[in-house]
């Protein structure tokens, strides 16, 4: 289970350019509306007041059932937005539909020109299938959003993209509102949006041609049909779609290009996106961004002394500067040259990266032996920035983990789950725990506890999946590649799942459908472990040289790296 637990916690590929390929599946989770810490400004009714009272006594107790229930209460005689909205927040933590239900509902009985309860029971209605409450909230969303209806239409595709188990349901849902508003180029805009996430790319396609023939001069329906022939591979027409595109738009030219670039890279195609990276250069030597971008390439790719040079140039740029150092920090981590990464790490001053690099320094201290000093670190950002502590002791998890203390870190996570019971993360990541001790049936008891909670987590369904392949006996294999399949099903692009349905395929005996899968993902993520691998699997089938070429590739960027050591070790010593 290792390489493919570790693959899921890496840092995600940089960001696509469509925002809803950046939406994460969370069918179980919706989103929190806006709300009052306190539900009792205002309110005279008596009644009202004691169950108020009653409801924030229980929400201080962590019990958000009871407080959902008792502010429902008050609301049968208080009309007020602000506990209508306190009570579907609660409701939501709380994980009970039913309160979830009436709340929302009461809400927009208050409140119907709020967009927010409307969100959640459109969100509801797509949970359970129903596609004409779905629809209903939809088209009221559509007409009621304040950005208008082209606005309001993305943000119901957006809404939608959040539930990959009920696809079917969100995609009837489009198809309706395309129906209704057949001149409206946003319900097109929406339709290649919703199509694009679920990887129904002919569809995205037609959809996307239809919104340019109807606004032909939107730059955003150009770019989408862009991303449509990218993740299609028809590279030789979106490169000249682009082509066109920059030369109508000079003065963005430059923006396009590293949002192209971008593109290109979450779909592998990392030749042509190192083109373009370059190009932008060629033409504008001072871009920061461009330069940003091919210094990530290359430190992704392995070549570090490059992309050293490439962010100390950035390291005095205002805008960049943060991130530089941050960058310089994993790279000096990478080649664990550790004084030198908690230096850059210190460096980083603030940005979107401060947080990250707090929790990075933490992990170089325990690398270096300081292990007190780390936690004591991470336990003081517990206390400054409250709302971040499950992550913050999710990290330190992770940290132990990777310092080699597996039994502190165990007991961290332990710790962690008694004062968030049930938590997904948390759960996922005392099974790698238990998977680097030996246990693999405490790993196994995680996961499934993760997916009885969210059935269509596909990260949870992958590791369970990769661990009966790699722990399991032989009778286990089928229900290993099923878990898989759920899983590849919910996230096609993600390249540690198609590793994880490359290796159950090569256990199954299948090499030939194995090699297919474990190249397309060693091509779109070059990790050691996906090619140990695919090394063997090519040794298996007779070529020898592509195996040992891949296994020391893989070397010349992870040297000494323990999975692609032993394979050759066993298998070509």
């Known amino acids: 289970m290792t390489s493919n637990l570790r693959l899921a916690l890496a840092p995600a590929l940089m960001l696509a350019l469509l925002s809803v390929a950046a939406v994460q599946a969370a069918d179980a989770d919706l989103p929190s509306p806006p709300a009052p810490e306190r539900s009792d400004v205002g309110v005279s009714d008596p009644e009202a007041q004691f169950h108020i009272m009653l409801g924030e006594m229980a929400a201080n107790r962590g019990e958000a059932g009871v407080a959902a229930s008792e502010l429902l209460a008050a609301l049968r005689t208080v009309p007020d937005p602000a506990l209508a909205a306190r009570a579907t927040s609660l409701a939501i933590s709380a994980g009970n539909g039913g309160l979830l239900e009436l709340a929302a509902r009461r809400w927009l009985e208050i409140e119907p020109n709020n967009m927010d309860p409307r969100e959640v029971i459109l969100q509801m209605g797509l949970q359970r299938g129903d596609a004409d409450e779905a629809f209903e909230q939809a088209d009221a ?132 996106a190192r083109g373009q990276l370059e190009r932008i250069l060629k033409d504008s030597p001072k871009n920061t961004d461009a330069l940003y971008a091919l210094a990530v390439f290359n430190a992704n790719d392995g070549q570090y002394d490059v992309a050293r040079k490439q962010f100390q140039s950035l390291t005095q740029n205002l805008d960049r500067g943060s991130d530089a150092h941050f960058q310089l920090g994993r790279i000096a981590e990478r080649q664990k040259d550790w004084n030198t990464a908690l230096s850059e790490y210190e460096a980083v001053s603030g940005g979107p990266q401060a947080l990250d690099a707090a929790v990075r320094r933490a992990a170089v201290l ?100 990769y661990l009966l392949t790699v722990n399991g006996k032989a009778e286990r294999l089928p229900e290993a590649k099923q878990l898989i399949d759920q899983a590849l099903k919910l996230e096609p692009d993600d390249s540690a799942i198609i590793d994880s349905m490359g290796w159950v395929q090569y256990k199954l005996g299948r090499n030939e459908d194995a090699r297919g899968y474990l190249q397309k993902a060693y091509a779109q993520t070059p990790d050691p472990e996906i090619a140990a691998h695919l090394g063997e699997v090519l040794w298996v089938l007779g070529q020898r040289d592509e195996a040992r070429a891949v296994w020391l590739r893989a070397l010349e960027t992870a040297p000494g790296h323990q999975a692609v050591l032993e394979t050759m070790k066993r298998l070509a010593p």
């Open 141 to 272: 969303i559509v007409n009621g959003h304040g950005g208008g209806r082209s606005d309001g239409f993305r943000h119901v595709a957006v809404l939608m993209a959040q539930h990959p188990g009920k696809s079917d349901t969100a995609i009837s849902v489009i198809k309706r509102l395309v129906e209704q508003y057949p001149a409206e180029p946003g319900a097109y805009y929406a339709s290649a949006l919703l199509a694009l996430r679920y990887n129904q790319l002919d569809a995205a396609e037609v959809a996307a041609r239809e919104t340019v023939r109807l606004k032909a001069d939107s730059r955003d329906n150009t770019l989408l049909l862009i991303g449509v022939l990218v993740k299609q591979g028809k590279l030789d027409e979106s490169d000249a779609t682009l082509d066109a595109l920059a030369k109508r738009n000079k003065k963005e030219s430059a923006d396009l290009r590293l949002a192209y670039a971008k593109l290109l890279l979450e779909s592998s195609q990392r030749t042509r």
């Open 366 to 465: 325990a690398q270096l032996g300081r292990t007190g000093e780390a936690r004591a670190t991470l336990a003081q950002m517990r206390q400054q920035f409250p709302p971040l502590a499950p992550r913050l002791r999710l990290a330190e998890g992770e940290i132990l983990l990777e310092a080699g203390k597996p039994d502190e870190a165990l007991a961290a996570y332990n710790d962690a789950l008694t004062a968030t019971p049930n938590d997904a993360d948390l759960l996922y990541g005392r099974s790698l725990v238990h998977d680097r001790r030996g246990d693999a049936a405490a790993s196994e008891a995680d996961l499934r506890a993760i997916i009885a909670s969210k059935p269509d987590d596909a990260r949870a369904l992958n590791a369970l999946g």
